[in-house]
C-alpha cells in the first residue's frame, strides 16, 4: 500500500514537471514567432494609448472636441500631428479618443459574450432539450449576418456606446457558445469525468470543476478574435450612422464625415483606418499566437479538482 502511495506522488510529480515544461516549450514558441510578439505589441500599445489618451493630448495641448473655424483643413504638422478635420479637431486627439472607445467596446463585447457563451454552452451538454433549445437559437442567430443583426438591434434599442456593446454581444454569443459546447462534450467522455461520476459527484460540480477549466482556452482565444472582430463591427455601425453618435470620436464615424472631403482633406479618413486595421490586425496576430500558446493537443494541460 505504501508503494502504491508513493508511486502515485512521483507520478504525479513527473506530471507537474512535464507540464511546467511544456508551457515553458509553448511560451518558447510563442516568443520567437514574430508574428505573434507583432500581434502582442499592437495590442499593448493600443491599450495603452486607449488609457492615457487624456494625459497625451493635455501634454500635446490638443482637445479631440474643441472646434476652430480658422484652423479647418490643415495638413499634418508638428502642431497637429494628424491635421485637423472639417471643423478644425485635431484628428490626432480624436484617434487616440476613439482607440478609448473601441477598447472598451472590444473589450466589454469579448468579455461579457465569453461568460455567457460558454455558460449556455455548457449547460446545452447537459440534457437533450436545452440542447436543442439553445443551439437551435444560435443557429437562427447565425443564420443573420452579423453586420444586419446588429444594425436590427441598434435601431431598436438607440445609438449609443452601452446598445453597441449589447448588440455586439449578442451577436457574438452564438460563436462562443458553440466553442464551449463541441469542447464541453469532447471532455465529458475523458476518463477522469467518467471517474468523477462514479465517485457520486453532481452534474454541476463535474461542469464547473472539471469541465470548465479545461474549455478555458479556446474560449480565451476565441474572446481575443471577438475583441477584434467588436472593434471592426463597431467601426462598420459608426460608419453607417448607426453606431456611436457624434461629436464622440469613433473611428467609423471619423471616416463617415471624410467621405466628402477624401480630395480636400485625405488625412481625415487615412488615419482613422490605418487605426483601424492595425487593431483589428493585431488583435488577430495575438490570437493566433494565443491559441498555438494554449492549444490543448500540444499542452496535454488537462486541469483536475
Not at 510563442?30 to 499592437?42: D, E, H, K, Q
Not at 457520486?200 to 474560449?219: D, F, M, Q, T, V
Not at 470620436?249 to 464625415?257: T, V
Request: proline share 4%; with cysteine.
Amino acid at each position: 500500500m505504501q508503494t502504491g502511495i508513493m508511486d502515485k506522488g512521483e507520478l504525479q510529480k513527473i506530471r507537474r514537471s512535464l507540464t511546467r515544461e511544456q508551457r515553458r516549450v509553448s511560451a518558447r514558441k510563442f516568443l520567437r514567432s514574430r508574428l505573434s510578439l507583432a500581434g502582442l505589441v499592437i495590442v499593448l500599445l493600443m491599450l495603452l494609448l486607449a488609457l492615457f489618451a487624456p494625459v497625451i493630448t493635455s501634454a500635446l495641448g490638443v482637445d479631440p472636441y474643441k472646434a476652430t473655424v480658422k484652423d479647418r483643413f490643415l495638413a499634418p504638422s508638428l502642431q497637429h500631428l494628424f491635421g485637423t478635420d472639417n471643423l478644425g479637431r485635431d484628428i490626432f486627439a480624436r484617434v487616440i479618443y476613439g482607440a478609448r472607445i473601441s477598447m472598451t467596446v472590444g473589450f466589454s463585447v469579448g468579455l461579457v459574450s465569453a461568460v455567457i457563451g460558454t455558460t449556455l454552452g455548457l449547460y446545452a451538454t447537459t440534457s437533450r432539450f436545452l440542447d436543442n433549445l439553445l443551439m437551435r437559437l444560435c443557429d437562427g442567430l447565425k443564420a443573420i449576418p452579423n453586420i444586419l443583426l446588429a444594425i436590427a438591434l441598434m435601431a431598436v434599442l438607440g445609438a449609443n456606446m452601452r446598445n453597441v456593446i449589447v448588440s455586439l454581444t449578442i451577436v457574438s454569443i452564438p460563436g462562443v457558445a458553440r466553442i464551449a459546447r463541441s469542447n464541453a462534450l469532447l471532455i465529458r467522455e475523458s476518463t477522469y469525468v467518467e471517474a468523477m461520476r462514479c465517485l457520486g459527484a453532481g452534474k454541476h460540480r463535474i461542469l464547473w470543476r472539471h469541465i470548465a477549466p479545461n474549455i478555458l482556452s479556446p474560449i480565451l482565444v476565441q474572446m481575443t478574435f471577438a475583441f477584434a472582430s467588436a472593434i471592426i463591427s463597431e467601426a462598420s455601425l459608426s460608419f453607417l450612422g448607426a453606431g456611436i453618435p457624434q461629436p464622440e470620436p469613433s473611428w467609423g464615424g471619423m471616416l463617415n464625415e471624410a467621405r466628402s472631403y477624401l480630395f480636400k482633406g485625405w488625412w481625415m479618413a487615412l488615419f482613422p483606418a490605418l487605426f483601424t486595421g492595425i487593431s483589428v490586425l493585431g488583435f488577430n496576430l495575438f490570437g493566433d499566437g494565443l491559441r498555438d500558446l494554449l492549444d490543448p493537443a500540444a499542452g496535454g494541460r488537462a486541469v483536475i479538482k
